[in-house]
């Protein structure tokens, strides 16, 4: 059964860091493109960051430009986000995404939180 189960969430002052991790399961990993998502409350859910299934290109959301970094390890079938100068418009549910890179069908995490407050 595939699975998608997001770690590292939590509380960070503004300026912190936190990295997170999606291990996968159920399913061929590097067959898949892995993306983040996040959704603060309120708001729609957006794109913070996607990667290609053989981890050879990366996109980002222009205000997560320069400040994550996504990345994979198809070895350990886990994706993650460094975020770096973490602001508290950051502050939301992070869920990753895997989209299958032929068919184009999609699986979602759970989520985990991420809050930045001083």
């Known amino acids: 059964q595939l699975q998608l189960v997001e770690s590292g969430g939590g509380l960070v002052q503004p300026g912190g860091s936190l990295r997170l991790s999606c291990a996968a399961s159920?399913?061929?990993?590097?067959?898949?493109?892995m993306s983040w998502y996040r959704q603060a409350p309120g708001k729609e859910r957006e794109l913070v960051a996607s990667?290609?299934?053989?981890?050879?290109?990366?996109n980002y959301a222009d205000s997560m430009k320069g400040r994550f970094t996504i990345s994979r390890d198809n070895a350990k079938n886990t994706m993650y986000l460094q975020m770096n100068s973490l602001k508290p418009e950051d502050t939301a549910v992070y869920y990753c995404?895997?989209?299958?890179?032929?068919?184009?069908?999609?699986?979602w995490g759970q989520g985990t939180q991420v809050t930045v407050s001083s």
């Open positions: 995404k895997a989209t299958h890179a032929l068919s184009g069908r999609d699986y």
């Open positions: 159920g399913f061929t990993f590097s067959n898949y493109v």
């Open positions: 990667i290609t299934n053989t981890g050879s290109r990366t």
